[in-house]
């Protein structure tokens, strides 16, 4: 039985928030201010705190905060009836589940409340599994609990009993030197170097000294001998990242070296012998390259014995709230921060991104979020959203299209009339069901109703006849 607060300098809204709600089989405690609520909240702990925003003395926004301090998995609502863009972004901001204005109906808030209980048994659950799974989400620096992620994880410990070559495969972002580095440290060669190289940041007239040394004098600037990468791997496993990126002439040289085990450096004559497993990764589609002659196909074959395909993140967005958990504990240590949680509508914010630039891309975004937070915990106005809006509208079906006048526009104004105007769209499609127009727009109930109070769009629903009663 979830237990909530109810707080109103007004008794007939308390009374009548009381009375709904103990008929729901809610635990219910009332607060006729602010101050109360705080001192209450200094003793007790609330599932869900329903508040209004406008009372004497200490406002509901004080409730808030201080309530996301104390206890910061407490759900809050707030409600007024002078709602207002901007207290609304401000509540939104420092945590609030939703902010409804009043008048509301009951049966509306009965939604809101159930959803609000719901999303915080979601986020208490997802912080149990973790807690349960942290030995196998954070396997050698990887992190994550997807059926995706957990194929990969069983299968490193049999790939690394191997001696064959693997290609790791997916986007950029998606963690594949992680695998390569749990290869390894599984793998018989623990003991001896891992050696890394991005192909694509080395340059084509330097890339086939760095992989195999120059003798002293084999071309401008070699003023003395040196070795190369293959041999610093040596009984050890060598890491080429990018591998798609290697011209022609260095991957028929490598193919050799891979064939033969030798090779001879820049200038050179004399064959060296070494012991080295190679393990590769690209963002592109490799067979398309072998078929366009961009890369050999006999190169191919021998460095794809072993595939294995990181997935990128829009694919296992439930691992979204753990990774970004795990990067908010790095970073906060890192800076000396005391900033342990992520709030929920932030949380939300993050799951609905696509994240193009997938895990590195999210590690950005939270050592960002933390360095510039100034709470204990991460809000939304930290995350930089406005890098994150996408350049073009789109829906299921159609995108939309804007042409830009020759005298210029305001950015601000037309992407906000869109958005009103695609709300009110929603909204009569769906004959006023808000829950089926957020289904409709692809976002969530609690982030639909933040952009109706953005633009008033709240509407002028009657409170019901229990309400008027008890006035």
Known sequence: MASILVVDDEHSMREFLEIMLHKEGYQVATAAGGGEAINIL???????????????????????KKCKELHPNTVVIMISAYASTATAVEAMK??????????????EIKTVIQDALATAQSHESQEKAAADTASATHYHGIVGESPELR?????????????????????????????????????????????????????????????FGHKKGSFTGATATRSGLFEAAHQGTLFLDEMAELPPPV???????????????????EEISVDVRII?????????????????????????????????????????PLLAQHFLEKYSDQMGKDIRKISAYALDLLKSYNFPGNIRELENIIE????????NIV??????????????????????????????IDLDNVLGQLEKDLLEQALERTRGAKQ??????????????????????????DVMEEEKKAE
């Open 42 to 64: 200094k003793k007790e702990d609330f599932d869900l705190v329903i508040t209004d925003i406008r009372m004497k003395e200490t406002d509901g926004l004080q409730v808030l």
């Open 94 to 107: 420092w945590g609030a589940y939703d902010y409804l204005p009043k008048p509301f109906k009951v049966k």
């Open 151 to 211: 194929k990969i994880l069983e299968l490193i410990p049999r790939v690394a009993a191997a001696a064959s070559n693997v290609l790791i495969t997916g986007e950029s972002g998606t963690g594949k030197e992680l695998i390569a580095k749990a290869i390894h440290r599984e793998s018989p060669r623990k003991d001896n170097p891992f050696v890394v190289v991005n192909c694509g940041s080395v340059p084509e007239t330097l890339i086939e000294s760095e992989l």
């Open 251 to 269: 991957q028929v040289k490598l193919l050799r070296a891979v064939q033969e085990k030798t090779f001879k450096m820049v200038g050179g004559s």
């Open 280 to 320: 590769s990764a690209t963002n592109r589609e490799l067979e398309r390259e072998v078929m366009d002659g961009m890369f050999r196909e006999d190169l191919y074959y021998r460095l794809n014995v072993i595939n294995i395909h990181m997935p990128p993140l829009r694919e296992r967005p439930d691992e979204i």
């Open 368 to 375: 960002r979020s933390v360095a510039l937070e100034a709470s």
């Open 379 to 408: 809000l939304p106005d930290s995350l930089t959203l406005s890098s994150f809006k996408q350049t073009q509208v789109q829906s299921k079906t159609e995108s939309v299209s804007l042409t830009m006048p020759q005298e210029g």
């Open 436 to 461: 089926k127009a957020a289904e409709l727009l692809g976002i969530s109930f609690r982030s639909f109703r933040y952009r109706l109070a953005k633009y008033g769009l709240g509407g002028d629903d």
